[in-house]
């Protein structure tokens, strides 16, 4: 496989350009964290302390041909149900007030919308996929001008480091009484043998 050109540096959580790449137990724990078999995962771009899969990036468009703009998936269970607690609270509602009353926040979450299409671009790219025109300007999660999905912008910090996703930042920082990214949460049972 030559998906990984040498120049890119991953700043995603607990990941390395040596652990960018999925290996079979990958595929296999993200399999069993979101009860079906995962298809065209094409990097790991975050890491458990353990060294679980986090998130899965996933071509930008599927084998069968459907364009998927959702790059970053969050597939760590604790993670995505800790991101339900806050949905359901209505989290993303304040979020979205806060880009028409700050600026700075609102350039910042537009940042990261292009951060997001570039990176899925780049990934596109390294895939041989190339360009998507059916998605094309369109992120995930309600980027730039809602915060629709906190998966969706947690998804994106996870993968890319701080300081790049304002939203998915303040989700990280909003999960931690559930998970942080310094303890692992997973459960043994992913990583057991295939029967
Ligand atoms: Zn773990």
């Not at 296999?28 to 990097?43: F, H, I, T």
């Not at 084998?63 to 800790?82: D, E, R």
Request: glycine share 8%; with cysteine; charged share 20%.
């Amino acid at each position: 496989m030559t998906n990984h050109p040498t120049d890119h540096v991953p700043h995603g959580y607990g990941v390395s350009a040596e652990t960018l790449a999925p290996t079979s137990q990958d595929l296999l724990v993200l399999s069993r964290q979101l009860g079906r078999q995962v298809r065209d995962v094409v990097e790991i771009p975050a890491r458990c302390v353990c060294g679980n899969p986090l998130v899965a990036a996933t071509a930008p468009r599927l084998s069968n041909g459907t364009p998927f703009p959702t790059v970053f998936y969050l597939a760590h269970p604790v993670i995505t149900q800790a991101a339900s607690r806050l949905e359901a609270a209505g989290l993303m509602y304040r979020m979205t007030d806060r880009i028409a009353e700050e600026p700075e926040t609102a350039r910042a979450y537009e940042a990261a919308h292009r951060n997001y299409l570039a990176e899925r671009e780049r990934i596109g790219a390294a895939t041989g996929i190339g360009e998507v025109p059916e998605i094309e300007g369109i992120s995930a999660g309600g980027m730039p001008t809602r915060v629709k999905c906190l998966h969706a912008v947690l998804g994106h910090t996870l993968s890319v480091g701080p300081g790049v996703n304002p939203f998915g930042d303040e989700t990280l920082a909003a999960i931690e009484q559930w998970w942080t990214p310094e303890q692992c949460a997973c459960d043994p049972a992913w990583r057991d043998a295939e029967d």
